[in-house]
T-cell receptor, first 111, second 114 residues
Framework: AQSVAQPEDQVNVAEGNPLTVKCTYS??????LFWYVQYPNRGLQFLLK??????LVKGSYGFEAEFNKSQTSFHLKKPSALVSDSALYFC?????????FGQGTTLQVKP | ETGVTQTPRHLVMGMTNKKSLKCEQH?????MYWYKQSAKKPLELMFV???????ENNSVPSRFSPECPNSSHLFLHLHTLQPEDSALYLC?????????????FGSGTQLSVL
């Protein structure tokens, strides 16, 4: 069975510091991996995806994610956090089945 | 804006009411989706339409009835809902319902069932 886990309900970082939002997955076959962000009172917005190729994927707003096959992880990263990055972040994965989302991680960036 | 518009933004209904949620996409996509978002839970896929045909129904109760009259419009008809159906209902679209396709979401309808 497919699954995706975001082990942290909330991540707190100071503005200017690097941030990491964690995601691990379990799928059959090759994974298709995604990150989405949700700002208050809005729908989800696509950030980046990994299908194949380079393990480091660059996306919108300076975010990037690293695919690690041996650890079955796809952590979201940004070198320098902004207060405006504060939002709810969802990891999603698809193997041979349907696309499934994690429960979300709230990122709080403090000035 | 994402090109996906949902109306209404907020809806309060009693358990005996009938209401409908509307979604419209201006992106020329072929696939449309309904998701349910409840607090602290993963998004739940409800229905998938591809070229106006329902291709996925994830064991959703019959009190939720989707309709896709054309590739740009998607409705979710609601009837005799329960309080536990209160949630944010999100519509999304993609070019095709393929494995690597990214989804474009609307802002959602916040539904409260009294």
């Amino acid at each position: 069975a497919q699954s995706v886990a975001q082990p942290e309900d909330q991540v707190n970082v100071a503005e200017g510091n690097p941030l990491t939002v964690k995601c691990t997955y379990s799928v059959s076959g090759n994974p298709y991996l995604f990150w989405y962000v949700q700002y208050p009172n809005r729908g989800l917005q696509f950030l980046l995806k990994y299908i194949t190729g380079d393990n480091l994927v660059k996306g919108s707003y300076g975010f990037e994610a690293e695919f690690n096959k041996s650890q079955t992880s796809f952590h979201l990263k940004k070198p320098s956090a902004l207060v405006s990055d504060s939002a709810l972040y969802f990891c999603a994965v698809r193997g041979t089945g349907k696309l499934i989302f994690g429960q979300g991680t709230t990122l709080q960036v403090k000035p | 804006e994402t090109g996906v518009t949902q109306t209404p933004r907020h809806l309060v209904m009693g358990m005996t009411n009938k209401k409908s949620l509307k979604c419209e996409q201006h992106l020329g996509h072929n696939a449309m989706y309904w998701y349910k978002q409840s607090a602290k839970k993963p998004l739940e896929l409800m229905f998938v339409y591809s070229l106006e045909e329902r291709v996925e129904n994830n064991s959703v109760p019959s009190r939720f009835s989707p309709e896709c009259p054309n590739s740009s419009h998607l409705f979710l008809h609601l009837h005799t809902l329960q309080p536990e159906d209160s949630a944010l209902y999100l519509c999304a679209s993609s070019q095709d319902p393929g494995f690597g396709e990214k989804l474009f979401f609307g802002s959602g309808t916040q539904l409260s069932v009294l």
